[in-house]
């Protein structure tokens, strides 16, 4: 289990302390450090890694808003998640810390074990957006390892178009049947191109497959059609519905293990 690293910037020193101590008796979060106003937060962050910090509003020299303006406007702190700690519950406070990307706000006094689950919640959250685009990192490479597979080179633009459509068709596969309406033209904006220029390069990209005989034998056994069945060219639709086929059982399969 991963450790959460958790820092406090707040100028009541002795709920620092009660703060510090009750987190750290978890099995999963430690104080890496604290700070008892702005500027020392600032520099803070700069020096320690962090995943959470908890903020609060009022402090000396700079407040918890001018700290959360420094956090949004560098790249350096943007995986850091913030929970603002607040006496006051003023709405237009509570919107400014918001806008300006606050994760949570709890109002003083509170109950540590209100804050643990809000850390925790956070992190889960965290992790779950991870996954899911490791997942759809994982699409990609598949649709990538497929389509060099059948041997469509990778420099042709029918190449890229024909990517972006599996994917497309993987995660919405109602678009299959709006091909012209909905399919090309999604691909053309995404390359600032037009459908026409889209459907014909993924066309050119599929006649380059079907020049060689090997080929169409290696095509054969990946989709698990008969090579007669293959001898004519598939449609783009008809294309892209076997490589997402294919690709759905692939991902099954291995999401059974």
């Known amino acids: 289990m991963e450790t959460i690293k958790i820092a406090i910037a707040d100028d009541n020193r002795e709920l620092v302390r009660l703060v510090k101590d009750y987190l750290n ?10 700070a008892y106003n702005g500027k020392t937060c600032i520099n803070m962050l700069e020096n320690q890694p962090i995943d959470i910090l908890l903020l609060d509003i009022i402090m000396p020299h700079l407040d918890g808003i001018a700290v959360l303006d420094a956090i949004k406007d560098s790249e350096e702190f943007q995986n850091i998640d913030v929970i603002m700690l607040s006496a ?29 689950l809000q850390i925790n919640h956070i992190m889960n959250a965290r992790s779950n957006k991870q996954e899911h685009s490791l997942t759809k ?19 042709l633009k029918g190449y890229q178009y024909l990517k972006e459509a599996i994917l497309l068709v993987l995660e919405q596969s109602e678009i299959l049947n709006k091909v012209t309406k909905q399919l090309y033209p999604s691909i053309a904006k995404k390359f600032d191109t037009t459908s026409s220029r889209v459907e014909r390069s993924i066309r050119h990209a599929i006649e380059q497959a ?4 090997e080929t169409v ?32 059982l692939d991902i099954r399969n291995d999401s059974q293990w």
């Open 88 to 116: 006051f519950g003023q709405e237009s406070i509570m919107s400014q810390a918001a806008e300006n990307g606050a994760s949570y706000f709890i109002l003083k006094p509170f109950e540590s074990d209100r804050l643990v």
């Open 25 to 34: 008796a978890q099995p999963n979060m430690k104080v890496v450090d604290v």
């Open 210 to 213: 079907w020049t060689r005989h």
């Open 137 to 155: 990192l994982t699409k990609e490479d598949r649709i990538t390892n497929m389509i060099k597979g059948i041997g469509i080179p990778p420099h």
């Open 217 to 248: 034998n290696h095509i054969s056994t990946i989709f698990g059609y008969s090579v007669a069945h293959l001898e004519s060219k598939p449609t783009n639709s008809e294309f892209i519905a076997m490589v997402v086929d294919s690709l759905k």
